[in-house]
Protein backbone atom coordinates (compact mmCIF):
# COMPACT_ATOMS: atom_id res chain seq x y z
CA UNK A 1 0.00 0.00 0.00
CA UNK A 2 1.46 3.62 -1.23
CA UNK A 3 -0.09 6.17 1.32
CA UNK A 4 0.13 10.07 0.38
CA UNK A 5 -0.07 13.49 1.98
CA UNK A 6 2.05 14.90 4.48
CA UNK A 7 -0.01 14.60 7.46
CA UNK A 8 -1.04 10.51 6.38
CA UNK A 9 3.10 10.09 6.00
CA UNK A 10 4.14 12.05 9.03
CA UNK A 11 1.39 9.66 10.75
CA UNK A 12 2.19 6.76 9.52
CA UNK A 13 5.82 7.26 10.31
CA UNK A 14 4.76 7.65 13.87
CA UNK A 15 2.84 4.51 14.15
CA UNK A 16 4.36 1.13 14.35
CA UNK A 17 4.03 0.47 10.97
CA UNK A 18 6.55 -1.02 8.95
CA UNK A 19 7.81 1.16 6.11
CA UNK A 20 9.96 0.44 3.43
CA UNK A 21 10.73 3.52 2.20
CA UNK A 22 9.84 7.46 1.84
CA UNK A 23 9.75 9.05 -1.29
CA UNK A 24 10.12 13.79 -1.68
CA UNK A 25 9.79 15.69 -4.15
CA UNK A 26 12.37 17.52 -4.59
CA UNK A 27 12.05 21.26 -3.47
CA UNK A 28 9.29 20.12 -0.84
CA UNK A 29 9.54 22.01 2.17
CA UNK A 30 7.77 22.97 5.31
CA UNK A 31 7.65 22.14 9.21
CA UNK A 32 6.24 18.87 8.04
CA UNK A 33 8.28 18.09 5.54
CA UNK A 34 10.97 18.62 8.04
CA UNK A 35 9.57 16.16 10.58
CA UNK A 36 8.98 13.41 7.61
CA UNK A 37 12.81 13.46 7.11
CA UNK A 38 13.32 13.20 11.05
CA UNK A 39 10.90 10.67 11.51
CA UNK A 40 12.55 8.62 8.58
CA UNK A 41 15.98 9.47 10.03
CA UNK A 42 15.12 8.31 13.16
CA UNK A 43 13.71 4.96 12.33
CA UNK A 44 16.67 3.92 9.61
CA UNK A 45 13.85 4.50 6.58
CA UNK A 46 15.67 5.50 3.14
CA UNK A 47 13.96 8.97 1.65
CA UNK A 48 14.22 8.77 -2.30
CA UNK A 49 14.47 12.17 -3.99
CA UNK A 50 12.45 12.79 -7.13
CA UNK A 51 12.61 15.48 -9.36
CA UNK A 52 9.00 17.31 -9.71
CA UNK A 53 8.88 16.64 -13.60
CA UNK A 54 8.54 12.54 -12.48
CA UNK A 55 6.29 13.66 -9.39
CA UNK A 56 2.95 12.58 -11.13
CA UNK A 57 4.88 9.73 -12.39
CA UNK A 58 6.34 8.10 -8.99
CA UNK A 59 3.33 9.17 -6.71
CA UNK A 60 0.49 9.43 -9.19
CA UNK A 61 -2.45 11.75 -9.78
CA UNK A 62 -3.46 11.77 -5.99
CA UNK A 63 -3.03 15.11 -3.94
CA UNK A 64 0.14 13.40 -3.11
CA UNK A 65 1.72 16.85 -1.76
CA UNK A 66 5.02 15.63 -3.04
CA UNK A 67 5.37 13.29 -0.74
CA UNK A 68 4.33 9.18 -0.46
CA UNK A 69 5.70 5.97 1.71
CA UNK A 70 5.62 2.95 0.76
CA UNK A 71 3.56 0.43 3.58
CA UNK A 72 4.64 -2.93 3.95
CA UNK A 73 1.59 -5.43 4.48
CA UNK A 74 -0.87 -4.18 7.19
CA UNK A 75 -1.44 -6.50 10.08
CA UNK A 76 -5.09 -7.03 10.79
CA UNK A 77 -6.20 -8.38 14.37
CA UNK A 78 -8.65 -10.75 15.27
CA UNK A 79 -10.87 -10.54 18.67
CA UNK A 80 -8.45 -13.83 19.98
CA UNK A 81 -5.93 -10.50 20.23
CA UNK A 82 -8.13 -8.44 22.49
CA UNK A 83 -6.37 -8.08 25.86
CA UNK A 84 -2.95 -8.97 24.55
CA UNK A 85 -1.89 -7.54 21.44
CA UNK A 86 -4.33 -5.02 21.66
CA UNK A 87 -4.47 -3.76 25.11
CA UNK A 88 -8.33 -2.50 26.33
CA UNK A 89 -7.48 0.75 28.16
CA UNK A 90 -11.09 2.81 27.31
CA UNK A 91 -13.17 -0.09 27.11
CA UNK A 92 -14.30 0.86 23.87
CA UNK A 93 -14.27 -0.60 20.61
CA UNK A 94 -15.90 0.65 16.93
CA UNK A 95 -17.90 -2.30 14.72
CA UNK A 96 -18.64 -1.70 11.23
CA UNK A 97 -21.19 -3.39 9.98
CA UNK A 98 -21.80 -3.31 6.35
CA UNK A 99 -20.13 -0.14 6.37
CA UNK A 100 -18.41 0.04 2.60
CA UNK A 101 -17.89 3.58 1.73
CA UNK A 102 -13.88 4.46 2.19
CA UNK A 103 -14.36 8.00 3.14
CA UNK A 104 -16.52 7.06 5.91
CA UNK A 105 -14.10 4.20 6.93
CA UNK A 106 -11.17 7.02 7.20
CA UNK A 107 -13.73 9.73 8.91
CA UNK A 108 -14.63 7.22 11.56
CA UNK A 109 -11.29 5.98 12.04
CA UNK A 110 -10.21 9.57 12.80
CA UNK A 111 -13.29 10.10 15.39
CA UNK A 112 -12.59 6.95 16.78
CA UNK A 113 -8.78 7.44 17.62
CA UNK A 114 -9.63 10.84 18.88
CA UNK A 115 -12.21 9.56 21.49
CA UNK A 116 -9.94 6.95 22.89
CA UNK A 117 -11.61 3.96 21.25
CA UNK A 118 -9.30 1.08 21.69
CA UNK A 119 -9.74 -0.27 17.96
CA UNK A 120 -12.13 -0.75 15.46
CA UNK A 121 -13.45 -3.61 14.07
CA UNK A 122 -14.42 -4.69 10.11
CA UNK A 123 -16.02 -7.25 7.99
CA UNK A 124 -13.47 -8.97 5.66
CA UNK A 125 -16.33 -9.22 2.88
CA UNK A 126 -19.06 -6.91 3.49
CA UNK A 127 -17.34 -4.01 4.13
CA UNK A 128 -14.25 -1.52 3.13
CA UNK A 129 -11.04 -2.78 4.32
CA UNK A 130 -8.11 -0.10 4.42
CA UNK A 131 -6.71 1.75 1.46
CA UNK A 132 -4.74 4.41 0.68
CA UNK A 133 -8.54 6.51 0.12
CA UNK A 134 -9.41 5.62 3.74
CA UNK A 135 -5.64 6.28 5.05
CA UNK A 136 -5.80 9.58 3.48
CA UNK A 137 -9.19 10.75 4.50
CA UNK A 138 -8.32 9.68 8.14
CA UNK A 139 -5.35 12.35 7.96
CA UNK A 140 -2.79 8.97 8.59
CA UNK A 141 -4.86 7.91 12.18
CA UNK A 142 -6.07 5.03 11.02
CA UNK A 143 -2.98 3.12 10.83
CA UNK A 144 -2.30 4.09 14.62
CA UNK A 145 -5.69 2.61 15.21
CA UNK A 146 -5.50 -1.57 15.56
CA UNK A 147 -8.14 -3.08 13.06
CA UNK A 148 -9.75 -6.36 13.91
CA UNK A 149 -10.82 -7.75 10.39
CA UNK A 150 -13.49 -10.79 11.13
CA UNK A 151 -15.30 -13.09 8.48
CA UNK A 152 -18.51 -13.04 10.34
CA UNK A 153 -19.00 -10.40 12.61
CA UNK A 154 -22.08 -10.94 13.68
CA UNK A 155 -20.14 -14.12 15.36
CA UNK A 156 -17.34 -11.91 16.93
CA UNK A 157 -20.50 -9.78 18.28
CA UNK A 158 -21.80 -12.82 20.12
CA UNK A 159 -18.49 -13.89 21.04
CA UNK A 160 -17.55 -10.68 22.41
CA UNK A 161 -20.93 -10.16 24.42
CA UNK A 162 -20.38 -13.66 26.43
CA UNK A 163 -16.89 -12.37 27.25
CA UNK A 164 -18.94 -9.16 28.96
CA UNK A 165 -18.62 -6.45 26.35
CA UNK A 166 -22.12 -4.96 26.04
CA UNK A 167 -23.64 -4.09 22.74
CA UNK A 168 -24.92 -0.58 21.77
CA UNK A 169 -26.07 -0.12 18.32
CA UNK A 170 -27.19 2.87 16.48
CA UNK A 171 -30.13 3.21 14.54
CA UNK A 172 -32.54 5.70 13.10
CA UNK A 173 -35.47 5.88 14.53
CA UNK A 174 -36.00 2.87 17.48
CA UNK A 175 -34.19 2.97 20.66
CA UNK A 176 -33.01 5.78 23.51
CA UNK A 177 -32.22 8.75 22.78
CA UNK A 178 -28.25 9.41 22.33
CA UNK A 179 -28.53 12.79 24.94
CA UNK A 180 -30.24 10.32 27.65
CA UNK A 181 -28.27 6.93 27.05
CA UNK A 182 -26.23 5.45 29.41
CA UNK A 183 -22.70 4.09 28.36
CA UNK A 184 -21.39 0.43 29.42
CA UNK A 185 -17.64 0.13 30.88
CA UNK A 186 -16.86 -1.90 28.30
CA UNK A 187 -19.03 -0.85 24.95
CA UNK A 188 -19.33 -2.32 21.43
CA UNK A 189 -20.11 0.62 19.34
CA UNK A 190 -21.94 -1.07 15.89
CA UNK A 191 -22.22 1.69 13.37
CA UNK A 192 -24.25 0.00 10.26
CA UNK A 193 -24.37 1.26 6.63
CA UNK A 194 -25.71 4.77 5.45
CA UNK A 195 -28.59 2.24 3.21
CA UNK A 196 -29.62 -0.58 5.11
CA UNK A 197 -28.49 -0.11 8.94
CA UNK A 198 -27.02 -2.60 10.96
CA UNK A 199 -27.84 -6.30 9.50
CA UNK A 200 -30.41 -7.80 11.40
CA UNK A 201 -27.93 -10.85 12.76
CA UNK A 202 -26.38 -8.17 14.44
CA UNK A 203 -29.43 -6.43 15.55
CA UNK A 204 -30.18 -9.61 17.73
CA UNK A 205 -26.99 -9.11 19.71
CA UNK A 206 -27.91 -5.81 20.56
CA UNK A 207 -28.23 -5.38 24.28
CA UNK A 208 -29.10 -1.46 23.91
CA UNK A 209 -30.28 0.48 20.36
CA UNK A 210 -29.42 4.31 20.88
CA UNK A 211 -30.92 6.97 18.15
CA UNK A 212 -29.54 10.61 17.42
CA UNK A 213 -32.47 13.31 17.83
CA UNK A 214 -33.11 14.78 14.10
CA UNK A 215 -34.76 18.56 13.55
CA UNK A 216 -36.04 20.10 10.86
CA UNK A 217 -37.31 16.82 9.26
CA UNK A 218 -33.94 15.30 8.37
CA UNK A 219 -34.06 11.62 8.37
CA UNK A 220 -30.39 10.83 9.51
CA UNK A 221 -27.15 11.77 9.52
CA UNK A 222 -24.47 10.10 7.39
CA UNK A 223 -22.51 7.05 9.19
CA UNK A 224 -19.51 9.11 9.65
CA UNK A 225 -21.02 12.22 10.83
CA UNK A 226 -23.23 10.24 13.56
CA UNK A 227 -20.41 8.28 14.80
CA UNK A 228 -18.64 11.37 15.03
CA UNK A 229 -21.70 12.72 17.40
CA UNK A 230 -21.83 9.23 19.55
CA UNK A 231 -18.27 8.66 20.00
CA UNK A 232 -18.16 12.38 21.43
CA UNK A 233 -20.98 11.67 23.44
CA UNK A 234 -19.18 8.59 24.89
CA UNK A 235 -16.43 10.67 26.23
CA UNK A 236 -18.22 13.56 27.44
CA UNK A 237 -20.83 11.32 29.71
CA UNK A 238 -17.26 9.54 30.76
CA UNK A 239 -15.12 12.13 31.94
Known amino acids: MNIIGRKPVLELLRSDKAVK ?21 SKGIRVDRVPSERATQVLGHGNHQGVLAELSPVTYYSIRDINDTIPIENGLIVVLDGVTDQHHLGAIARSALAAGADAIMLQERRGALPNEISVKISAGTLLRLPVIVETNISRAVELLKK ?43 CDHKVRIPMGNEVESLSASAAASVILFDIVRKRT
Open 21 to 41: RVVLVLGSQGRIVGDILSAAK
Open 163 to 205: DGWWVHGTFGEAGTDLWEHEWDEMTLLVIGSEGDGISHRVTEF
